[in-house]
């Protein structure tokens, strides 16, 4: 699917939440009827959308992968970061409960990564703000 405008991507975002408080309203069968040209192209821009975010979350995630410590399991360790896109149908409820555009949904993915102290929170996030933490290039 080709580029698209921030206006076109709220758009699709406002016709689906309204869409989904018709399906609660029992006004509308389903959230994306397939026989509907406007749900379906709502449905192909938000998912778009989303996958539009996946690099810079998994640039994010290499960035923490380099800065969380390992977690000690008493002769081992692992380290543990994870990380996920918001699934469709929670980005369309979010705009219905939370009424904004979509272009500027903040939390379309997250990291997480789990250590063991506040120390280790700390160190981490300190490592964060250094310059050698930038996106894109791994420090390890």
């Known amino acids: 699917m080709a580029a698209h405008s921030k206006g076109e991507v709220n758009r699709a975002g406002a016709h689906l939440a309204a869409r989904l408080r018709e399906v609660r309203d029992g006004i509308h069968p389903a959230l ?15 998912e778009w959308w989303i996958g539009e975010h996946v690099l810079p979350r998994l640039q994010v995630h290499d960035v923490v992968l380099d800065l969380a410590p390992p977690l000690d399991l008493g002769g081992s360790s692992l380290q543990l970061v994870t990380s996920r896109s918001k699934r469709f149908a929670t980005v369309v409820d979010k705009l219905d409960r939370e009424p904004g555009n979509l272009s500027q949904m903040v939390d379309l993915g997250g990291v997480r990564a789990v250590v063991e102290t506040m ?11 250094t310059p050698s933490a930038s996106l894109g290039r791994r420090t390890g």
């Open 119 to 129: 120390d280790d929170v700390m160190s981490s996030r300190n490592g964060w703000r």
């Open 32 to 46: 994306v009827g397939t026989a509907d040209e406007d749900d379906v192209r709502a449905k192909e821009l938000v």
